[in-house]
């Protein structure tokens, strides 16, 4: 069974950082897409970035040089390290998955091409 759950939201000052964890189980890495989304108030869900199997790693331009994705595939598990928060960062934090996208990497940044979320972490950016 795929599942999927995140940790380590909080509140923080801007120009900050956190580091947000996804632990994964009921498939390997190597053969699927794991992103990062987020949903502010009001607002779509939109992608952050994308751990793509082996194929490559995507970014939301506004976060690229700030933010880092990597993967711990002993510990299965997906981090997000974000360094200068600002306010606009504040949402909620979503982990999500599907098979890896290969050619089709530009619809990494589209939550309608995944089929497994977790639950989400709180992100608050302070001024």
């Known amino acids: 069974q795929v599942q999927l759950v995140e940790s380590g939201g909080g509140s923080v000052q801007a120009g900050g950082s956190l580091n947000l964890s996804c632990a994964v189980s009921?498939?390997?890495?190597?053969?699927?897409?794991i992103a990062w989304f987020r949903q502010a108030p009001g607002k779509e869900r939109e992608g952050v970035s994308c751990i793509d199997g082996r194929n490559g790693i995507y970014y939301l331009d506004s976060v690229k040089g700030r933010f880092t994705t990597s993967r711990d595939t002993t510990r299965s598990t997906i981090y997000l390290q974000m360094n200068s928060l600002k306010p606009e960062d504040t949402g909620v934090y979503y982990c999500a998955t599907r098979e890896v996208f290969g050619r089709e990497w530009q619809r990494w940044k589209h939550a309608r091409y995944y089929y497994k979320w977790g639950q989400g972490t709180q992100v608050t950016v302070s001024s």
């Open positions: 009921g498939f390997g890495l190597d053969y699927y897409a």
